[in-house]
């Protein structure tokens, strides 16, 4: 495994680009929007001094690795790779549409990835060209920090493309969890309703914003609240995989919160967007309600 492709810089698709490039891989960064790249490679750049600052690599090693990464918007760029990483928004119009032709410019021998954090990987695998060469393979947020990452095999994939996909996920760093290819696998699965329930306790009165996320952190040392979390990893994503549960599993304890929904509409989609149950765009985090 020498190149990879990730498609999508956001918050994520930035992540495994930082990882993937100081672990010694070539590395093109792909987005529909310019400005997402340019955030990216600033974002990747700054976290990369920070892990200098600290001592956790050399400057050498971050001058290193921002040399091979590339970025693009064309998937020309991907002539090259040995393994496509898909992170684009989590819908499965978006990731079908990608999948669908993404295949004619990949060299035969390419694996491609998905890192949804809930979609069906034999779903998504079905609309490319290579069901046999597709899996899921979930990072977890912060990537460069947080240990886990999720395997999830379709119905096709082959043997060998888990055995090179778990490979690389130790190469990484990571240490790997199997999950079966049922709605949100294993972390989402747990972890989803418990924020959505969190939601619901706010929608219901019981507790303000503040009060939700103190009892979280100092009763169940959980090392953020549910609200904040939930703005961490984007409230988009967050009633995108209770829309996945709650479509894929049919019962009604899945039922996305009213006030989740309407946050979204609002466009207070959480850190990326400046706003979401807190307003990130002063000097410190301000409740919203
Ligand atoms: N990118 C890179 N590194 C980051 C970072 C980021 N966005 N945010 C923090 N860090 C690093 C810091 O540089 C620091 O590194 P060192 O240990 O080397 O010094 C380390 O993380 C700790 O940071 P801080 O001391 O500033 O902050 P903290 O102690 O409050 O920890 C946190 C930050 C690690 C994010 C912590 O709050 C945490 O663990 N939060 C919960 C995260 C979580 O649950 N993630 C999973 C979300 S679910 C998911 O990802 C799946 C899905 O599909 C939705
Ligand atoms: P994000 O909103 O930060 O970034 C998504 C990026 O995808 C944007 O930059 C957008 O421009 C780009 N994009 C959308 N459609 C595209 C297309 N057709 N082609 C190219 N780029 C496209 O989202 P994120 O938080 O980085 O999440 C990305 C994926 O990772 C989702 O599937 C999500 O469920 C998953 N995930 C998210 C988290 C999290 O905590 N946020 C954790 C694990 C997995």
Redo the contacts with the bound molecule.
């Keep these: 495994m020498k190149t990879i492709g990730v498609i999508g810089a956001g918050?994520m698709g930035s992540?495994i680009a930082h990882i993937s490039a100081m672990a010694g891989l070539d590395v093109h960064l792909l987005d529909q929007s310019e400005e997402a790249l340019t955030k990216a490679m600033a974002g990747i750049e700054s976290?990369m001094v920070?892990?200098a600052a600290?001592g956790?690599v050399g400057e050498d090693a971050v001058a290193a690795a921002l040399a091979k990464i590339s970025t693009g918007s064309d998937y020309a760029g991907f002539g090259q790779c040995d393994l496509v990483i898909e992170a684009a928004t989590e819908n499965e119009d978006v990731k079908r549409s990608i999948f669908k032709v993404l295949g004619e410019y990949l060299p035969a021998h390419c694996l491609i990835a998905t890192n949804t954090?809930?979609i069906s990987i034999t779903r998504l695998a079905a609309a490319s060209d290579r069901p046999g060469k597709f899996m899921g393979m979930?990072?977890?947020?912060?990537?460069?920090?947080?240990q886990l990452v999720e395997l999830i095999r379709g119905i096709q994939t082959e043997p060998a493309t888990f055995r090179t996909i778990q490979d690389l996920a130790n190469r990484l760093g990571k240490t790997v969890s199997v999950a079966e290819d049922f709605p949100a696998f294993i972390?989402?699965r747990i972890?989803?309703p418990m924020i959505n329930e969190a939601v619901y306790t706010l929608y219901e009165g019981v507790g303000n914003v503040q009060s939700i996320d103190q009892s979280l952190k100092l009763g169940a040392n959980h090392?953020?609240g549910p609200l904040e979390?939930a703005d961490?990893?984007g409230l988009d994503?967050?009633l995108a995989?209770m829309n996945v549960l709650h479509d894929g599993l049919a019962d009604t304890k899945y039922r996305p919160c009213p006030l989740l929904t309407k946050y979204v509409e609002a466009g207070w989609l959480g850190r990326k967007a400046g706003r979401g149950f807190y307003d990130y765009r002063g000097e410190e985090p301000v409740p919203t309600r």
């Design positions: 918050q992540g976290a920070r892990q600290k956790k954090s809930s979930h990072f977890m947020n912060p990537v460069p920090v947080m972390v989402n972890l989803m090392p953020m979390l961490f990893i994503t967050c995989i």
